[in-house]
């Protein structure tokens, strides 16, 4: 992983600044999409007006332009929607790649313990069978 990236990551609230840049980049998308029908319908009205004589090729030319322009920005922002994606699932990876570490440092600990107080048990019931017995340790 690059390490400028890495110390992003890392930080305080990275998690939620991505989730904030993934909600942006679906409001832009959205936004785009509106304009797109806006421009969709701007190009028929002029056609409608073209029929009826009125001369609008340079404003049907010049919306196009545009329209074609609104999808190359949309499918951008898909793109940029997408790389976020993955890094928010990277990082969940690595999240659970350090959960997965501290559950397995976690059971070593509870094994040696369980172990320790197996023998502190065995150790006192020795002791309890020697006072019973009446006889010392």
């Given at each position: 992983m690059d390490p400028p990236l890495n110390r992003h990551?890392?930080?305080?609230?990275?998690?939620?600044?991505?989730?904030?840049?993934?909600?942006t980049w679906n409001m832009i998308y959205e936004d785009l999409g509106d304009l797109e029908e806006r421009l969709d319908f701007l190009i028929s009205t002029s056609e409608k007006l073209s029929s009826a004589g009125i001369q609008t090729r340079a404003m049907v030319e010049y919306i196009t332009?545009?329209?074609?322009?609104?999808?190359?920005?949309?499918?951008?922002v898909t793109s940029?929607?997408?790389?976020?994606?993955?890094?928010?699932?990277?990082?969940?990876?690595?999240?659970?790649?350090?959960?997965?570490?501290?559950?397995?440092?976690?059971?070593v600990t509870t094994t040696f313990i369980a172990k320790e107080t197996a023998r502190d048990n065995n150790s006192m019931m020795t002791c309890v069978l020697c006072l019973l017995e009446r006889s010392t340790c």
């Open positions: 990551i890392n930080a305080v609230g990275s998690m939620q600044k991505l989730h904030q840049l993934s909600r332009f545009v329209r074609g322009r609104n999808h190359l920005r949309r499918r951008w940029f929607g997408e790389r976020t994606k993955l890094i928010i699932n990277f990082v969940f990876s690595l999240e659970g790649e350090e959960n997965s570490k501290a559950n397995t440092r976690l059971n």
